[in-house]
């Protein structure tokens, strides 16, 4: 008989995955997964705007050069979403 694991910890989902939030909103993470990897696979696909003309921008190059993802993750602004690897309960802040 396998004995009880207990109960799922908060924002796991199953299977290793789990959620974080993105304005509010949960969305699931594949373990490993970057902050942009996992916006972009729940269809996230812009969080923001250049300077002058509005332009809706998100993942662009993927590896770190352009400044085009930039989030504010658990409250540490300018963070490149390509870049930093999601954990349980993260909270993402676009605007």
Do not use: K, Y
């Not at 993927?62 to 602004?77: A, E, H, K, S, Y």
């Not at 690897?85 to 909270?91: C, G, M, V």
């Amino acid at each position: 008989m396998t004995p009880d694991p207990g109960p799922t910890p908060p924002g796991v989902v199953d299977a290793g995955r789990f959620t974080m939030s993105v304005d509010g909103r949960r969305i699931p993470v594949e373990p490993g997964q970057t902050v942009g990897a996992a916006m972009l696979a729940a269809g996230i696909r812009s969080w923001r705007t250049t300077r002058f003309a509005a332009e809706p921008r998100g993942l662009f190059c993927g590896i770190g050069v352009c400044f085009d993802c930039l989030v504010t993750l658990n409250g540490t602004p300018s963070l490149r979403a390509c870049q930093v690897t999601a954990h349980p309960d993260d909270e993402v802040t676009t605007t």
